[in-house]
T-cell receptor
Framework: DADVTQTPRNRITKTGKRIMLECSQT?????MYWYRQDPGLGLRLIYY???????NKGEISDGYSVSRQAQAKFSLSLESAIPNQTALYFC??????????????FGPGTRLLVL | QKEVEQDPGPLSVPEGAIVSLNCTYS??????FMWYRQYSRKGPELLMY????GNKEDGRFTAQVDKSSKYISLFIRDSQPSDSATYLC?????????FGTGTRLQVFP
């Protein structure tokens, strides 16, 4: 089984709808992240969480919210989706798994289309 | 100025070629430098990381950091079609990673 899972893998929604993207991990890491990836812009950090009680805004948090329900679960919500939120969304976790360097592990991504 | 600049490519090379992928960065405070590989329709996965300046080799891959020039490189020797992917550089900025836009590499047989 994959260490980091994301649901759904693909989603089409309409402008103004509320949607939630979910992420679960089995690596036992405290740190979790949400990114979006757009052509030509690379990966941009939306929100991150260093433990269940810690939530931090990233580079592009406007229009998004998150919930850290447990160490293993971190969900991303779009309260009122708009077309420029069409992107590929990745969840990631990080821990000291390779020597002394914090390593990020990514999920398979959620492809979101907002019409 | 972006914190990390990376040529998006695409870069197309024949099998067996030596590939050079590069990033430049602006903040001299970065200490850890990483390369992630992302196959189509997959999440990025860590390929290599380097601390401070110098080279690090892992099989056919060599990561190189030149802090004086704020320039990092990934070399792939004897490239294979299975190396076809997008390669992203990433710099560690106190618990967060700053990613380059990624370079798409295509290795044809």
């Amino acid at each position: 089984d994959a260490d980091v899972t994301q649901t759904p893998r693909n989603r089409i929604t309409k402008t103004g709808k509320r949607i939630m993207l979910e992420c679960s991990q089995t690596k036992g890491h405290d740190r979790m992240y949400w990114y979006r990836q757009d052509p030509g812009l690379g990966l941009r950090l939306i929100y991150y969480s260093f433990d269940v009680k810690d939530i931090n805004k990233g580079e592009i948090s406007d229009g998004y919210s998150v919930s850290r329900q447990a160490q293993a679960k971190f969900s991303l919500s779009l309260e009122s989706a708009i077309p420029n939120q069409t992107a590929l969304y990745f969840c990631a976790t990080s821990g000291l798994d390779r020597g002394s360097q914090e390593t990020q592990y990514f999920g398979p991504g959620t492809r979101l289309l907002v019409l | 100025q972006k914190e990390v600049e990376q040529d998006p490519g695409p870069l197309s090379v024949p099998e067996g070629a030596i590939v050079s992928l590069n990033c430049t960065y602006s903040n001299s405070a970065f200490q850890y430098f990483m390369w992630y590989r992302q196959y189509s329709r997959k999440g990025p996965e860590l390929l290599m990381y380097t601390y401070s300046s110098g080279n690090k080799e892992d099989g056919r891959f060599t990561a190189q950091v030149d802090k004086s020039s704020k320039y990092i490189s990934l070399f792939i020797r004897d490239s294979q079609p299975s190396d076809s992917a997008t390669y992203l550089c990433a710099l560690d900025n106190t618990d967060k990673l700053i990613f380059g836009t990624g370079t798409r590499l295509q290795v044809f047989p």
